[in-house]
């Protein structure tokens, strides 16, 4: 995966987790009635995964300034969007979601499946090119 495509991808991750954790921090209750979901009991429930998420916006543009060097945030990326889709994909399969979750479902496994293969890419990428200021075969 090439530089600019790093960029593109850990820019709209960060664009997506951002505006969604926005969304949920800011107003649920208009997320909810938009999606047509009755909200929890207490909206602190909601409201702290959309600060997480912000948080994780955060993260993902400091993999698209300095991927290299933040390859191994990548993983916790991997490890977010592996949580939400492994349970949000369960209870689709098992027991069903509202629709207003499934799309994020999907785009969340889109993501996975990315961060995987720039993670992998990164990691190839450091294997053959030596630090800087090494010289190749020393």
Same mark, same amino acid.
């Not at 889109?110 to 294997?127: D, M, N, P, S, W």
């Given at each position: 995966?090439?530089?600019?495509? +790093? !960029?593109? +991808?850990?820019?709209?991750?960060?664009? *997506?987790?951002?505006?969604?954790?926005?969304?949920?921090?800011?107003?649920?209750?208009? =997320?909810?009635?938009? $999606?047509?979901?009755?909200?929890?009991?207490? !909206?602190? *429930? #909601?409201?702290?995964?959309?600060?997480?998420?912000?948080?994780?916006?955060?993260?993902?543009?400091? #993999?698209?300034?300095?991927?290299?060097?933040?390859?191994?945030?990548?993983? *916790?990326? #991997?490890?977010?969007?592996?949580? *939400?889709?492994?349970?949000?994909? /369960?209870?689709?399969?098992?027991? $069903?979601?509202?629709?207003?979750?499934?799309?994020?479902?999907?785009?969340?496994?889109?993501?996975? =499946? +990315?961060? #995987?293969?720039?993670?992998?890419?990164?990691?190839?990428?450091?294997?053959? /090119?030596?630090?800087?200021?090494?010289?190749?075969?020393?």
């Amino acid at each position: 995966m090439k530089r600019l495509g +790093l !960029l593109v +991808l850990f820019v709209v991750a960060a664009l *997506y987790d951002g505006i969604l954790g926005l969304a949920f921090l800011w107003d649920p209750n208009a =997320v909810f009635a938009w $999606g047509q979901v009755t909200p929890p009991n207490h !909206l602190g *429930y #909601v409201q702290f995964p959309g600060a997480l998420l912000i948080i994780f916006a955060l993260m993902f543009l400091a #993999v698209a300034i300095r991927p290299r060097e933040n390859r191994t945030l990548i993983a *916790y990326g #991997v490890l977010l969007k592996l949580a *939400y889709c492994g349970i949000a994909i /369960s209870y689709w399969v098992t027991s $069903g979601i509202p629709s207003m979750f499934k799309p994020f479902a999907v785009i969340d496994l889109v993501f996975l =499946v +990315l961060f #995987v293969v720039a993670y992998r890419a990164l990691g190839e990428k450091a294997a053959v /090119s030596p630090p800087a200021g090494v010289a190749a075969g020393s």
